[in-house]
């Protein structure tokens, strides 16, 4: 496991236009978000020095990179394109939590006429998706390639493309989020074989192995990805907390999830959880402590609609939790 002394993150991923209804029937649309930006929040909350790396639609309001170049966040590697659109989410929250994506038509249809436009859900168009994410030229194009990264949940052909890249120039810390899990459900993960082991650290969710093969168990997925070259797993499990899975070691590490906070809008806790995790083993905390401090600052984003409230959490706070975490992990 190498260990990188800075705390400077480079993160790579989408901003997107969401649509969400809520379980009780109330909606929100055209809400800026996207991956790149929870994760950059997540990476704020532990105290880095995050530059974006993506690339910025005709419809996404330029006010809201300003919004991130206040908060501290540098926006300078984010391409402005006014050929093409955002890329657009639209999910639902069903009464027992459970998120689907795309929102269904039925719910959609109880929606007022006058929202219903606006759920128009295009992430599984790569002729959509693609033209708004960083190609391996802007990263080149960056210079940046000798700090941290981390790369949010991407097509697999863009996945592939830049984890070559970085492999090839020799960044110093590299870790992702699973790629598309609808691309992995069609090709299967051996896709996966040879691009893993070139990571420092692979994150992906319970969420994703139960699109590809719904009747894993969080050991059997991580063995899955183990297979493919994974060194360290940091396999995401929602409410169920977390587990580490390091190089060829016998043993895991369970962490849980933080309990007793209200639950408002879970969208962008994963990312949160990446982005805080890569700052967390960045500045030289282990593995499980990176892993509690990362579960801490994604219970925060349970709480809070828009990426950048979370910039307002009190350190001691995160601090709290992450102790309280870690005094529940256990060893397997």
Sequence with gaps: ???????????????????????????????????????????????????????????YD????????????????????????????????????????????????QLPRSAQGAFVDTTLDPAQVLPTL????????????????????????????????????GAPYVQADCPSRHDLLETGIHVLDGLLEQLDVFLPSTSDSAVFDPDQTPLETVAAFRALGARTTVLKDGAAGAWIAEGDAASMWHVPAYRGHLVRDPTGAGDVFCGAFATAVVRGDSLLRATCAASACASFATTVLQPLELLAVDPHDIESRTTTIEKGARRL
């Design 1 to 59: 496991m190498r260990t990188v002394g800075t705390t400077t993150l480079e993160v790579i991923g989408g901003l997107t236009l969401d649509s969400v209804i809520s379980s009780d029937g109330t909606y929100v649309t055209d809400s800026p978000g996207g991956n790149a930006l929870w994760a950059a929040a997540g990476a704020v909350m532990l105290g880095a020095d995050v530059a974006l790396h993506t690339v910025a639609g005709r419809d």
């Design 62 to 109: 330029p006010d809201v990179l300003t919004a991130l170049a206040a908060a501290g966040m540098r926006v300078d590697h984010v391409r402005r394109d006014s050929e093409i659109d955002s890329t657009r989410v639209t999910f639902a929250y069903e009464l027992d939590g459970e998120r689907i994506g795309p929102a269904p038509r039925e719910r959609i249809l």
């Design 134 to 169: 960083s190609t391996p030229a802007d990263l080149a194009r960056s210079g940046r390639a000798s700090h941290p990264w981390h790369m949010g949940l991407l097509p697999v052909s863009r996945f592939g493309e830049l984890v070559t890249y970085l492999a090839g120039v």
